[in-house]
């Protein structure tokens, strides 16, 4: 039987060619296991796991919905048995050191997180794992990864080396050609490097405050990379954008990279978790990893009520994107069940709708700031 589960409303007028404006939200349960019809009510809610249908303009530019070249793994977490070793397709868990696992002891949204416990048994404090991209990141393409990070050493994570992440073109963490690697090094030294160890060596040092500096905090790391357009090219970018929650969001793009000499691609993204210099303890937990081929755009569930001020956000999954309708999963994240958040889409430039779609976690879809006019039903 089909039920009326959503009253959507004008929330503001758009302008073609403008920022993302939303227009309506509607929602529907999913085949999660998690939800079950009498968690729908008919007045309609913002729950996890539910779709939601997002009306309004100016979406523009994510290939990556509904495709090969979208992962998310935040359902498959919580699927995972708690002390079991993380399996899913085209991910590699089987590396030389500790293993990743599912973990219901500190979750960043739901009950589970991925866990891994370092130790100088293995030679090394490392963790590592791996994507393997459906598609690489080739000359002149992009990529968007977003995921949750929380970390324990009881040294401090400013004065030893972190290797958080590395895009690579094969399956390794061993330095070398058609590489991308983030890490520290030694006291509050932040950095990025490309190919390293090459001809096309270069390191960039970044502002380190895009780089956690907080123990037994959960942290958001946000990266966007464009491949240079050529071979010869240094017009690579990098946007690394840190979230600490209740702190200020840290965002910096860096510009004229050459990236991609040989011509090859960045196959694999490496979770390194690799702790060393001096390090002698590193446990590591990660969450809610996303990663999209071809655009940063996105549906983003934030913690303020304008883009501008926002401190905390989860990203809402993505089923499909069209210009002018967006259908998404809900994800509660780290926000508190009655909570309010709000609302946003980016776009392809990074652009989102400067004030932000209010919601109710848990309950009912908020009215909008501005007085609703051309309501419509949505039935599902």
Request: hydrophobic share 35%.
């Amino acid at each position: 039987m089909k039920r009326l589960l959503v009253i959507g409303a004008i929330l503001w007028s758009s302008v073609a060619g403008a920022t993302p404006s939303i227009t309506s939200i509607a929602s529907t349960a999913t085949s999660a296991a998690s939800v079950t019809s009498s968690a729908v009510s008919a007045a309609g809610t913002y729950q996890n796991g539910l779709s939601i249908t997002i009306g309004g303009s100016g979406f523009t530019g994510n290939p990556s919905a509904g495709t090969a070249n979208f992962e998310s793994i935040g359902t498959a977490v919580e699927a995972g048995s708690d002390g079991a070793e993380f399996t899913r397709n085209n991910w590699s868990n089987n590396k030389d050191w500790r293993h990743m696992l599912y973990s219901t002891d500190t979750p960043h949204s739901g009950s589970k997180s991925l866990k891994a416990v370092t130790t100088t048994a293995d030679g090394a404090l490392e963790a590592a794992y791996s994507y393997s991209l459906p598609s690489g990141i080739g000359v002149g393409e992009s990529i968007f990864v977003s995921y949750w990070v929380k970390v324990t050493t009881g040294n401090g994570l400013n004065n030893h080396q972190w290797k958080m992440l590395r895009f690579s073109q094969n399956d390794t963490i061993v330095d070398g050609p058609q590489e991308l690697m983030f890490s520290n090094w030694g006291t509050y030294q932040t950095y990025f490097y490309v190919d390293p160890n090459t001809s096309n060596d270069h390191t960039v040092w970044i502002d380190t405050n895009l780089f956690p500096q907080t123990e037994g905090t959960w942290h958001r790391m946000d990266y966007y990379l464009t491949a240079s357009s050529s071979t010869s090219a240094s017009d690579g970018t990098v946007t690394v954008t840190h979230y600490e929650p209740g702190s200020t969001l840290h965002s910096s793009t860096y510009t004229g990279l050459k990236t991609h000499v040989l011509g090859t691609a960045w196959n694999f993204i490496e979770f390194q978790n690799y702790f060393g210099n001096g390090q002698t303890a590193g446990t590591v937990w990660q969450d809610d990893i996303y990663v999209q081929k071809g655009s940063q755009s996105r549906v983003e569930l934030c913690d303020a009520s304008t883009w501008a001020s926002r401190k905390s956000c989860e990203i809402q999954p993505l089923m499909s994107w069209s210009a002018g309708s967006i259908v998404a999963t809900v994800n509660q994240g780290g926000f508190a069940s009655n909570a309010t958040a709000y609302l946003y889409v980016v776009d392809s430039t990074g652009t989102a709708n400067a004030s932000g779609y209010p919601v109710t976690l848990g309950g009912s879809v908020a009215s909008g700031p501005t007085a609703p006019k051309n309501l419509k039903a949505t039935v599902q």
